[in-house]
């Protein structure tokens, strides 16, 4: 059984840059497609960037060019970079790891694809 713990949440103002981690316990991250997501209060938790197990990605709309996902296999950690921030982008956000496979990377995207989850960690930006 894995287990996901999110670090590096916090208050950084607009336009700064910030990093996530998420530690994977249990198992090798290798061999796992991963995804952050966020949710803020009062709305579905919506994705932000999925990655499969050969490395495509898929960025939504709201964070392309800004936010990057990238794997330490060594470290079993994956990380978050999350570059000009912006208010929108304040909300609680999760790690989640998935053994399914999907031919088509969409298939990655909505939360119930992933069986594992981190506990989120919050992330605010101040204008």
């Known amino acids: 059984q894995v287990q996901l713990k999110e670090f590096g949440g916090r208050l950084v103002q607009a336009g700064d840059s910030l990093r996530l981690s998420c530690a994977f316990s249990g198992r090798e991250i290798r061999n796992y497609g991963v995804g952050w997501f966020r949710q803020v209060p009062g709305k579905e938790r919506e994705v932000v960037i999925v990655?499969?197990?050969?490395?495509?990605?898929y960025y939504s709309d709201s964070v392309k060019g800004r936010f990057t996902i990238s794997r330490d296999n060594a470290k079993n950690t994956m990380y978050l970079q999350m570059n000009s921030l912006k208010p929108e982008d304040t909300a609680v956000y999760y790690c989640?790891?998935?053994?399914?496979?999907?031919?088509?990377?969409?298939?990655?995207?909505?939360?119930?694809?992933?069986?594992?989850w981190g506990q989120g960690t919050q992330v605010t930006v101040s204008s």
């Open positions: 990655q499969t197990t050969g490395g495509t990605t």
């Open positions: 989640a790891a998935t053994l399914r496979y999907y031919s088509d990377i969409m298939d990655y995207t909505p939360p119930r694809a992933y069986d594992w």
